[in-house]
């Protein structure tokens, strides 16, 4: 698939997971469905700058526990991300602060995961 169809695939299945969260009684709060976009395309963004520079600084852990809390260490990544965008997008809020960022990050991996399945995709 091409690169481009590929982020834009993903940035449509994240807006539309984010809605849904938003739905739930999680504490994510997404005020319209354009926020969403803003959020999901944000969200990209947020990971592709933080992540290369959050998996340096969890190195020596992830080394030192010999990888056994690799998936650990990811999920705490995607949390701080989810974290940042909701910070940075005005409509994208954490009510319950770390609380929803970590409930809000697992449901996204989630849903998301879903419907790439339903779709048959990835």
Known sequence: MNEIVTLLIVWVVTSISLLIISK?????????????VISAAVLGIVTAIVRPILRLIFAVPDILTFNLL?????FMIAVVCFSIAAWLV??????????SAVLGAFALTLINS???KILGIF
């Open 24 to 36: 739930l009684p999680l504490g994510v709060e997404v005020d319209t469905p354009q926020k969403a």
């Open 70 to 74: 690799s998936g650990v260490f990811t």
């Open 90 to 99: 005005e409509g994208f809020r954490l009510r319950f602060g770390i609380w």
């Open 114 to 116: 879903l419907i790439y």
